[in-house]
């Protein structure tokens, strides 16, 4: 089972949506949603108030920003794997199937460092010619000038993620960085991953899909080009260690 854990403000547009078919969905076991600023929750618990044994609902003191935000949810997962997605995508009942099906084939290749990452964000960001790739920190350099959707695929996210790593992630020197890092959040993290965790490892897996909606109001058209020095930094360390 899964620990779906979403971040969110101000996205009940696409929550009332998506939170339904979550539901609905029998391998995930909790829904961890954690809000900006509580706007989003009140409307979850006005309109589904017969889940709550399922939905677990926490609204941050002040605006943390996406990196943090992804964090402080993940640590309230109860289960080993956690799906980090994003509230205004969505990942239907058989990016769950696929994603089981690889842990329950693949035991011998994963360990608590693992990262099981989708293979296609529909409609736009096409990463299959990473499938079945296993990507670590000795041999991710050799995919970094592959394709031109490589850079895309490390700031996408939407992946599984195994909880230790949330757990042991270290950012007590990177607070401010993070604090600018909106727009390229998950390739900071995806960064810090491959610095801390030695056998850090990204299993793309084939077929495992998910509905990647680009919006005007998404944080990264919002913010990219008032962000470009924390844009550059991050570039900057993550080529760093591929060299």
Known sequence: MFSLCITTLNRWSFLKK??????????????????????DIKLIEENFQNHSNKLKLFKNDT???????????????SNEWIALMDSDNFADLDYFKKA?????????????????????????????FLTNVILSKNNIRNYNNVNPMFNCFINTGNYILNR?????????????LIKTSSACDVKFMNTLFLE????????IVKKMEYEHVV?????????????????NKVNERFNKFLT
């Open 18 to 39: 998506y939170i339904p078919k979550y539901l609905e969905n029998e391998l995930i076991s909790e829904i961890i949603i954690s809000d900006e600023n509580g706007n």
């Open 63 to 77: 605006i943390l920003g996406p990196f943090l935000n992804k964090i402080k949810c993940c640590k309230h997962a």
């Open 100 to 128: 089981n099906e690889y842990i329950s084939s693949n035991i011998s290749l994963l360990n608590k460092e693992s990262i099981i990452a989708p293979s296609f964000a529909s409609p736009n960001f096409n990463y299959e």
């Open 164 to 176: 230790n790593i949330i757990h042991n992630l270290n950012v007590d020197k990177e607070l401010e």
């Open 196 to 203: 801390q965790f030695p056998n850090l490892n990204i299993h």
């Open 215 to 231: 919006h005007d109001e998404s944080v990264y058209l919002k913010t990219y080009m008032k962000t470009q020095g924390a844009i």
